[in-house]
């Protein structure tokens, strides 16, 4: 049995939803996840162990992938891993989104990918499914080891 740390920022319950399924996913293989859900009451803290960051995608302005591009309700979960040596921690990043948002789905998680030399190691829409639970908990297992 092992215990995959996980952190993640949830503005309107779908990225929370995800989790869920993965924590399904985790008891039905005999192993757990540790949660940490960001939002503006967490008091920064200093990870101990890896960590992988789910990371929906909140945008606006422009309609392309340039730096006029910003980041609305989501920077928490940033703030968190900018905090002492948290980022050293960060193995890879989940994006979730929208498809709709064209060139703009999961922007956020390829952000972070490119600023913390992570890879995006997953993505899905909004709540996803089982089955991406599925796939992206094996992913998680590779990048965090068993
Ligand atoms: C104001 C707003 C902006 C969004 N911008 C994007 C975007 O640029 N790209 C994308 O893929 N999804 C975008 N989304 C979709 C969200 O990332 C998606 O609904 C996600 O599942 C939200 O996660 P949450 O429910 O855990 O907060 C946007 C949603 C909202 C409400």
Do not use: C, W
Not at 22 to 47: C, M, T, W, Y
Not at 68 to 81: R, S
């Amino acid at each position: 049995m092992a215990t995959y740390r996980l952190l993640y920022i949830s503005i309107e319950g779908n990225t929370e939803s995800f989790v869920q399924k993965l924590a399904a996913v985790a008891e039905s293989e005999g192993d757990q996840l540790s949660l940490l859900a960001l939002g503006d009451e967490i008091d920064p803290a200093h990870e101990k162990e890896p960590f992988v960051a789910l990371v929906p995608t909140y945008l606006n302005g422009g309609t392309g992938t340039g730096p006029e591009v910003v980041e609305i309700f989501t920077n928490a979960l940033a703030d968190y891993i900018d905090f002492g040596n948290n980022a050293r921690y960060l193995r890879g990043v989940i994006g979730s989104g929208n498809r709709n948002f064209n060139d703009q789905y999961i922007l956020t998680a390829k952000r972070y990918a490119e600023k913390y030399h992570v890879p995006v190691i997953g993505d899905y829409e909004l709540r996803g499914t089982s089955r991406e639970a599925e796939k992206i908990f094996a992913r998680i297992k590779e990048t965090l080891g068993e």
